[in-house]
T-cell receptor, first 112, second 116 residues
Framework: KAGVTQTPRYLIKTRGQQVTLSCSPI?????VSWYQQTPGQGLQFLFE???????NKGNFPGRFSGRQFSNSRSEMNVSTLELGDSALYLC???????????FGPGTRLLVL | AQTVTQSQPEMSVQEAETVTLSCTYD???????LFWYKQPPSRQMILVIR??????QNATENRFSVNFQKAAKSFSLKISDSQLGDAAMYFC?????????????FGKGTKLSVKP
């Protein structure tokens, strides 16, 4: 079974731009979560989606948003990029909520 | 609030030796799971082992085992017969499954080096 895939793998943007990251979960998995990893803050939870509904959201500003499609694929969007948004964004999927999460390879975002 | 603490920023082990990584956590929930994830230089987060809090028996996966001390809220990872491929960042994480949230809370990580 194929693992979690994330596209793109690398991205360079400038301040003020917006970006959309994509995540395809493991086949049959309906829950998708997003995490941000930075050297200073470590791994932080962004949001969780299940059956196209956002179940939980971490402590991030409204510039961070996401959605999930009927095929369980998920996207996250960051508007008005700031330098501090430079990070590795990790997507994880699980069969349903409250189950072990399996991670994708991540998208490295660099904001200049 | 749920917290996970890894007090060892870096550890080193000789190939074929055994090493133990420490983790403590704090939660008021009764239904929770604990995990160790490995992140090699590729940055891919890989599940190493998981422990259900309601199980008294310590989880084991091949060379990896945990020492789960529920009363002390301690969850250490033991790696036996260390291999060069074990070199990575190791993250301890917890997830509360009793409430509405099931997201992972991570520690800051321990960087493990394996010397040949």
């Amino acid at each position: 079974k194929a693992g979690v895939t994330q596209t793109p793998r690398y991205l360079i943007k400038t301040r003020g731009q917006q970006v959309t990251l994509s995540c395809s979960p493991i086949s049959g998995h309906r829950s998708v979560s997003w995490y941000q990893q930075t050297p200073g803050q470590g791994l932080q939870f962004l949001f969780e989606y299940f059956s196209e509904t956002q179940r939980n959201k971490g402590n991030f500003p409204g510039r961070f948003s996401g959605r999930q499609f009927s095929n369980s694929r998920s996207e996250m969007n960051v508007s008005t990029l700031e330098l501090g948004d430079s990070a590795l964004y990790l997507c994880a999927s699980s069969p349903t909520v409250k189950e072990t999460q399996y991670f994708g390879p991540g998208t490295r975002l660099l904001v200049l | 609030a749920q917290t996970v603490t890894q007090s060892q920023p870096e550890m080193s082990v000789q190939e074929a030796e055994t090493v133990t990584l420490s983790c403590t956590y704090d939660t008021s929930e009764s239904d929770y799971y604990l995990f160790w994830y490995k992140q090699p230089p590729s940055r891919q987060m890989i599940l190493v082992i998981r422990q259900e809090a309601y199980k008294q028996q310590n989880a084991t996966e091949n060379r990896f085992s945990v020492n789960f001390q529920k009363a002390a809220k301690s969850f250490s990872l033991k790696i036996s017969d260390s291999q060069l491929g074990d070199a990575a960042m190791y993250f301890c994480a917890s997830a509360n499954y009793g409430g509405s949230q099931g997201n992972l809370i991570f520690g800051k990580g321990t960087k493990l080096s394996v010397k040949p």
